[in-house]
């Protein structure tokens, strides 16, 4: 068995909260990869981010945030915002996301194993490998690792 690691930069408009649909890109990967069958491995490089496998429906999406959104409110305290205590991993444009990252850690930061079989993902009829991103607004892009474990 091969395998075959790439780092994809993807771009991600602005927005409070962006999903993307990953798919294509990871059959991409897997094209490039020159396997016919095996796994796939995703991982997203960004604490703010996530990956499921669900339907790439608005209704879905929608329901989700709001689930998140109650659980984690925009309108509490949260010590990782505060800067008269917090003194950890500060860079010179920190800024108040303790709720993009919250949010963020009720998803995964990978996924695996996914199937594939000649060359495309084996996904079900309504399933979608998505990615979250609950902290895009400045952010041009963001970076996910593929790895494909296969046979030619």
Same mark, same amino acid.
């Given at each position: 068995?091969?395998? /075959? ?9 602005? @927005?409070?909260?962006?999903? =993307?649909?990953?798919n294509?890109? #990871? ?12 796994? +796939?491995? #995703? ?21 989700? =945030? $709001? $689930?998140?959104?109650?659980? +984690?409110?925009?309108?509490?305290? /949260?010590?990782?915002?505060? &800067? ?16 993009s990252?919250? $949010?963020?850690?009720f =998803? ?6 996914i199937? &594939?079989k ?5 996904? @079900?009829?309504?399933?979608?490998? =998505? &990615? ?5 607004? @400045? $952010? ?5 690792v ?7």
């Amino acid at each position: 068995m091969g395998v /075959y690691t790439v780092e994809r930069e993807i771009p991600v408009p602005d @927005g409070p909260h962006v999903w =993307l649909n990953l798919n294509q890109l #990871i059959n991409g990967v897997i094209a490039e990869s020159d396997f016919r069958e095996g796994f +796939v491995i #995703i991982q997203t490089k960004h604490t703010t981010t996530g990956l499921l496998i669900n339907e790439d429906e608005r209704g879905f999406k929608n329901d989700l =945030l $709001r $689930r998140l959104t109650k659980m +984690v409110p925009d309108d509490e305290y /949260y010590e990782h915002d505060d &800067f008269t205590k917090r003194t950890e991993n500060i860079g010179p444009d920190e800024r108040k996301n303790a709720v993009s990252h919250i $949010r963020a850690s009720f =998803l995964q930061t990978s996924l695996s194993p996914i199937i &594939f079989k000649n060359r495309q993902l084996q996904l @079900g009829t309504w399933q979608s490998v =998505l &990615f979250v991103d609950f902290d895009p607004n @400045g $952010r041009p892009s963001r970076n996910l690792v593929v790895q494909i474990h296969g046979e030619k």
